[in-house]
C-alpha cells in the first residue's frame, strides 16, 4: 500500500493571511500545493489535498480529522509568512516535539536546506519557550505533520522571490524531497540506492 499524504493548502480566500502587492497567501499556498501535488503525481505516493478546489476552506477541524478518519502517514500545510518589522527572510519548518514531529521537522529542514543555499531555513518547535502558540493542525493530528512557512512576504525581498519563476520550482523540489525523507526516516517507506 502507498504512503497517504495530506497536503494543506492553508487559509483559503474567507480565511485571514498574509498579503503583498502582488503576492496573497492563500493564492501563492494553493499554486504551490498544486504544483507539488502534480510533481508527486508519479510517485508511489497518495497526495490528498485538504482543500477540494481553490474556494473550498473547510475548517482546521474537518482538515485535522479527514487526516486522522484516513489514517494518513504525514501532514503537511503550506504558508507564507508576513511580520511587521525587519525580520530575516528565511522558510520556517515548525513542527510538534513528539517523536515523529522531530523526525519529520528535520526531514523537511534538511531538504529546504539543501534546495535553498541563498534563503536560510529555521527549524521551529511548536509548542516550544521560543514559539509558544500550539498550532492546530501540529497539536490534532495523529500523524507527525509540517507545517511550512515558505517565506516572508511583507519585505520587498521576500515578495519579490514568489514572483520569480525560478524559486516556487525549488520549494517544490525542496517539499517533494523533503516528503520522501520524512516517509524514509519515518519507515513508511524503504530508502534506495547506498
Partial sequence: MNPLVYLDAGHGPAKPKAYAPGVDEQAVAWILCEMLRDAMSREPVVVIPTR???????????RVNDANRA???LFVSVHLNAARGKVRNRI???HHPSRGGQIAGQAMTAALEAGHPK?????IVSPSPDYPPALYVLKRTRMPAVLIECGYIHQDAGAALFRSPDYPDMLIRGMRDGIFRALQALGVIKKTGG
Fill in 52 to 62: 477540494a478546489s481553490y474556494f473550498d476552506t473547510p475548517t482546521l477541524a474537518q
Fill in 71 to 73: 489514517e494518513a502517514d
Fill in 92 to 94: 520556517e519548518v515548525i
Fill in 119 to 123: 534563503i536560510g531555513v529555521k527549524r
